[in-house]
Structures are given as structure tokens and as C-alpha cells.
């Protein structure tokens, strides 16, 4: 429930008032405004770069970019060798016309739902914005979504056309297709099936288009994009065209160093998430938005993606911490595979040490000092170069969310060259309802709240949010559309949290994820677990405990980092299977699971644990395709090994 104050609601803070320029006309600090309960940071509010939108849609983006310069590269296309070819604005407004027209010619009318089910593409991207501009609602789906799941989508936002990737995927729906009267329209990109759109739509006139995206405004409806399910069936969160735009537009103008600044080069990105997950669609909205050249990797396999980025040189990119703890893990490997792993942890050190000294100066404190920068210089070319380089070269910033990623990792990036920018938000938040402010770091924290955002604690620590990019309810076809989800302004997220003395928010855990033990000690998993799966042997960590004497943990190996563990130590590479009792790795775990319990107190503490045989993969329905644990579903299929726990 929220607080409830004896004073009236905060009044919207001035934009004039709180904001302050540097000399290229750049956004540098909004200070939040806070509010307090008890002695304790309870509400801030930070109040909006921009005045939200009055009228237009996302579906006028593409047309705008093209007036406004048509031959800027705002978009870069994968070629099938390998290389990238630029789209200028005006060709990319073409193509969005004609598809637009093509779908209109197939009949498709205003308000219709189009369903994707595709990797991150080109093609993604323009279909988003095609069916916009013919004014539909776009729902994606997880490319990895079972033939239940997809119909289970299908069905309840009443699709009336599917746009798959390949003929499996289509294939795959089959069975399902008998369920879904709505569905009219089944369309495979690899058949060439967007080409064909397009060459339909010559017969429809331009104006049908322009009549179209004339009538949306900020309030209509844009997409579905239904929840990955950790707890249950998804839900589909109704996102306006205003939501997106409050929410692009504040990020823009905050995050100036990642979308202005011209350091090295244009601003680009790569983007390698799912398009189907609201994260990626957000930013790929921001750089036509901002008109920052933005290109799409379709596979996360090292090799592909290491081309890409080689291929591609973005000076940004949007990462969860899994990648980042991947890329510190694999580069502290290689080094030790070459006889330097001692020098690395030297590196890192230094990296650390120099991160922290950064935030330090932003917060009044005097900075990196002449031998902390010297030694960072000597490790530059040795190490932290390399780094960057695995990541295309020209790497200076990463957005990251989706969990906690950690000080100290925060810091080495820092001090590697790479400012990691923390978020946190939701689906229902249309991506990030809080983020690190640019010149006002603080490691360990998911910053302050994005502009034109409030970020409330309740009473009981739940985390609830307000402002323009919040969604507009869920949809429900019973209830005739969507139900509105906050009815009082302030939506509640199920997350726990808390807000420090400068308002910085920090994430703390999950309300339907706290293990009550026997003893009636409340405990928040998800740091611990954060924690274990940043140790270059753990893949995945889930603690167990609810209604029992201790907690114990679910432990599942990074086999890559096994791996080469034991080549180290000169010891064959064997199934995990046969590591879940070696002696030697036990004792290795042991010594992490003993770290971790360092963040709590005794009664919270991880008393046992076991190795599993098999990681947590999406395939198995152990994690959702953001790579979230399925808490239920693991217990379920690990409910023996987890009363073996709890045996004497």
C-alpha cells in the first residue's frame, strides 16, 4: 500500500529551477527532490527534461527523420557476408510506406494486433514501425516461445496476423492454429513474405497512410508486450505511443553522452537483445528518435557476435550484467591461459580502485591520484584496450539492466573506459524507470529516477513508481480491453527497495521471492544469488529455505569456466555430471558461498548448497527468456534435491 503523508502530494518541481547546461547545450544534473518519513528517503521525484507530448505518435518518426536530413545513416543493415550497409533516413521511410501499405492492402484496419516473432533483425524494427504507420498494435514474441505460448499470445490479444522468422517457427504453430479464429495472416520473413508486403502495397495510395498516422495520438495504443511469466501466465502490458515517447525522450536528453556527444564518432549501437522484451524495443525507439545509427545482431553465439561488434564498432551498447560478468570472466581467462593471470588481477585492481576514485570526484571527493592514474595508464594498452577491443573498439558506454550488476564490476568497467549506466524498470514501465545519472555515479545503486519519474517506498519496502511512461493497465479481452493498473497514479512493481539519503535507489529483492525460514527470518535472495552467479565457475544460483530450519542453495557450473579451471590445474574437461562431488571444486564453491554470506547476518547466511548436474537454460523452462530464474518450475523439478538438503 503506498504512504500516506499528512501533507499534500509533492508538487512538480520547475524545470527551470533544477536544471543546469553545459557549454554544448547538454543536460548535466537534475537533482532530485525528496520527501521523508521517519528520517528515511521515502519519495524522489526528479521532474522532466522535456514537456511530454501533445500530439503524433512513434508512427511519424521514420517521416520526421526523413525531412529533417535524408541522407543520415540512422540505421545500419547486416549484409549476408558479413559486412554493414548504411539506410539513410529517407530510404528507411520508404520501406516503413510501402510495408505499411502492404499490410493495409491485406487488409489489416486500425486498431488490429500484428504479432513478431522474430530475432533481433532489420526487419523487426521496420515492421514495428510499419505497422504503426498503419496504425496497428505491434505484440512480440519470444522467438524461443513454445507452440502453447505463442498461441496462448496469439489468442489473447487477439492477433489477427503473425509474422514469424522461418517456416519452423510457423510450422511449429500448426496444432495450435484451429484455436485461433482471429488469426487471418501468417507471414515468414525468410520467404521473403515483408518483400512481398511491400510490392502489395503499390496499389494503396500514400494518403491512407498519412490519413492513418494523422489520427494517432500520444493515448492510442501501440503494442502488447505480455510479461516473460516467472510466476504464471504472461500478461499483456498495454504501452501507449506516449508512454514510449515520455519515456525515449527523457532518456535522450539525460543520457547526453550516450546519445549526443560525437567523442571518436557518430553515436551507434549495436543491438543484440530481444527485440521481443521491452528493454531492447525502448532503445531501438530512442536511436530513430535521436537519429543514432543503430544496427542488429541476430545471434548471441560468442563467435557471431564478436564479428559483429569487430564489424560494427558501437560507441554504446544494451547489456545485461550476464554479458558483462561473461566478457570480465573470459578476459581474466584468457589472461591466465597466457601465464598473466596475476597481472590481470592486478589490472583489475587498478581498474577498481581507479572506477571508484571517479565516483568519489563526482561526489565531492578529490579523484584518482598521480599514481593511481599512472598505473592505469601502464594496464591501458595491456589490458583494458583489450577489453574494449573484444567489444568492437570504439566501445564508451553501456546501458545495463535487468539485475543488479555489482560495485565492484561497475567499477573495473569504470576504470577500464566503459561507463556502465545502471537502470531499473518493467515491462509496465516501458523499460527504465530509474537510471545513473551521468555526472553523479553511484556503484552499487540503479541511480536516480529517470526524468519526469517518481520512485515511492511503501510501507512494507515495495517499490512503486509514477509517471508518463508508466503503462496504461493490462490487457484482458473479457473485460472488453485494457484495465487500468493504477488507479491511484502509482503503480506497484512487486520489487523491494530502498532509497538513500540522495535519493538513490537500490534494489534489494522481490516481494513473492522473500523465504521466510522456520524461524521467521525474512530473506531476500536475490543478492546472494547475484553474488554466486558473478563467480566465473557459477552459471546459475537459486536459494531454498521457506518454511525450513536454514537456507541452502541450488548451485549450477559455468562449464566454460570449469573448463578451463581445470585445464589450469592440468585436469581433463569432463561432464558436470561427474564434478557435482570433486572434492577440490566443492572446496573452491565452499570458499564463494562463505564471500557471499559476508553480505548478511547469520540467520540469512547459506548453511548448505548443492551442485546440480544440469544448468538453468530457457530450453528446460527454467529461465525466461530474459534470463530470469523460474522459481517454481526449478523447485518443482528439483523437489528430491532439495529435501536432500535438509536431511541429517
Known sequence: MPISYSSPSMPEPSVESTLEYDPDGGPVLVEPELRRLDGEVREAAVPPLVPPVSHGSLADLPFENASADPDLAVLSRRMADGSWRDVGAAE?????????????????????????????????????????????????????????????????????????????????????????????????????????????????QDQEVAVRRGVLGPDTLATLVYTSGTTGRP?????????????????????????????????????????????????????????????????????????DLAAFKPTFLLAIPYMLEKVFNN???NAERSGRGAAFARAAGTARRYGEALEAARHGGSGPGTALKAARALYDPLVYRRVRGALGGRLRHVICGGSPLGRDLAAFYAGAGITVYEGYGLTETTGAATVTPPLRPRLGTVGWPLPGTRVRI??????????????????????????????????????????????????????KEIIITAGGKNVAPAPLENWLRSHPLISQCLLVGEGRPFVAALITLDMEGVGHWRRMRGKHTVPAELLVDEAELLQVLQRAVDDANRLVSRPESIRRFTVLPTDFTESTGHLTPSMKLRRQSILNDFASTVESLYRP
Not at 241 to 270: C, Q, S
Not at 461 to 467: K, P, Y
Not at 497 to 510: A, F, H, K, P
Open 92 to 204: 528507411f521511410a520508404a520501406e516503413v510506406l510501402a510495408v505499411a501499405k502492404g499490410l493495409i492492402a491485406e487488409g489489416l484496419a486500425p486498431g488490429d494486433r500484428l504479432a513478431v516473432m522474430a530475432r533481433t533483425r532489420y526487419e523487426w524494427t521496420l515492421l514495428d514501425f510499419a505497422a504503426w504507420a498503419a496504425g496497428l498494435v505491434t505484440v512480440p514474441v519470444y522467438p524461443t516461445s513454445s507452440a502453447f505460448q505463442t498461441r496462448w499470445i496469439l489468442q489473447d490479444s487477439g492477433a489477427v496476423a503473425l509474422i514469424t522468422e522461418d517456416a519452423g517457427q510457423a510450422a511449429a504453430l500448426g496444432p495450435e492454429l484451429g484455436q485461433l479464429p482471429d488469426l487471418r495472416h501468417l507471414w515468414t520473413i525468410d520467404k521473403g513474405h515483408v518483400d512481398r508486403l511491400a510490392e502489395l502495397g503499390a496499389q494503396v
Open 235 to 307: 500478461k499483456g502490458c498495454a504501452l501507449t505511443h506516449g508512454n514510449f515517447l515520455a519515456e525515449v525522450d527523457n532518456a535522450v536528453e539525460l543520457l547526453y553522452p550516450v546519445f549526443r556527444e560525437k567523442i571518436g564518432g557518430e553515436p551507434a549501437t549495436l543491438l543484440f537483445l530481444p527485440l521481443s522484451h521491452v528493454f531492447g524495443r525502448m532503445v531501438a525507439v530512442a536511436c530513430v528518435r535521436a537519429r543514432v545509427r543503430l544496427g542488429h545482431a541476430p545471434s548471441l553465439k560468442a563467435e557471431d557476435l564478436l564479428a
Open 331 to 333: 578476459a581474466r581467462a
Open 458 to 511: 511503501a510501507a512494507d519496502g515495495e517499490i512503486l513508481l509514477s509517471g508518463n511512461q508508466v503503462f496504461r493497465g493490462y490487457w484482458d479481452p473479457a473485460a472488453g480491453g485494457v484495465v487500468p493498473a493504477t488507479p491511484d497514479g502509482w503503480f506497484p512493481t512487486g520489487d523491494l527497495g530502498r532509497l538513500d539519503d540522495e535519493g538513490y535507489l537500490v534494489i534489494t529483492g522481490r516481494k
